[in-house]
């Protein structure tokens, strides 16, 4: 079992549609989630944190955390087609460095 | 700009040859991170700093690789006798001095290995 795992899609939504995309983690113990966007040939950049269990807002995105069931999603609303890209999901297990999954590559067409 | 910064952006070397990566992270981060992506996987962690002392290495990380923060600020890695297995974007970041905090990634160094 990975200690992070995500779809790999393409996950397709239509412009204005919510995306939401989904991660499940291994480590029952880590305490700090983090979605990141990366561009194709770019580096990726932060979108969110979360570390409580329940919803964490700001602006079109909105990260849900469930500890208890090891899982951790994204929600674009309003998606456009430049938020086309691979999401990131990634989980510090409380040993000083990040986990990340392979990523959902999401496509937004008009 | 007061983000992290990497140098080169893109490197051509050819197998055998020995090649060093600079990282500059965000002026108040004490902690400084290396990973390697390879196309279609996740960031893959290689090694970390707090401050000048590095606290932990991969097993990713063969002998080939080293890495040094001499004075606690900019971060070298360098890969001696490289592999076409090397071929890769190595990711610098950095972050406070806290395990759960945020890290923020650099731009990364496109490496080919021919």
């Known amino acids: 079992q990975k200690e992070v795992e995500q779809n790999s899609g393409p996950l397709s939504v239509p412009e204005g549609a919510i995306a939401s995309l989904n991660c499940t983690y291994s480590?029952?113990?880590?305490?700090?989630f983090f979605w990141y966007r990366q561009y194709s040939g770019k580096s990726p950049e932060l979108i969110m944190s979360?570390?409580?269990?329940g919803d964490k807002e700001d602006g079109r995105f909105t990260a849900q955390l469930n500890k208890a069931s090891q899982y951790v999603s994204l929600l674009i609303r309003d998606s456009q087609p430049s938020d086309s890209a691979t999401y990131l999901c990634?989980?510090?297990?409380?040993?000083?460095?990040?986990?990340f999954g392979t990523g959902t590559r999401l496509q937004v067409f008009p | 700009d007061t983000g992290v910064s990497q140098d080169p952006r893109h490197k051509i070397t050819k197998r055998g040859q020995n090649v060093t990566f600079r990282c500059d992270p965000i002026?108040?981060?004490?902690?400084l991170y290396w990973y390697r992506q390879t196309l279609g996987q996740g960031p893959e962690f290689l090694t970390y700093?707090?401050?000048?002392?590095?606290?932990?290495k991969s097993r990713l990380l063969s002998d080939r690789f080293s890495a040094e923060r001499p004075k606690g600020s900019f971060s070298t890695l360098e890969i001696q006798r490289t592999e076409q297995g090397d071929s890769a974007m190595y990711l610098c970041a950095s972050s406070l001095d806290r395990s759960e905090e945020t890290q923020y990634f650099g731009p990364g160094t496109r490496l080919l290995v021919l």
């Open positions: 979360i570390y409580s269990n």
């Open positions: 990634a989980v510090n297990p409380h040993t000083d460095k990040l986990i």
């Open positions: 700093f707090q401050n000048e002392a590095q606290l932990e």
């Open positions: 480590d029952r113990v880590s305490q700090s």
């Open positions: 002026s108040e981060h004490n902690r």
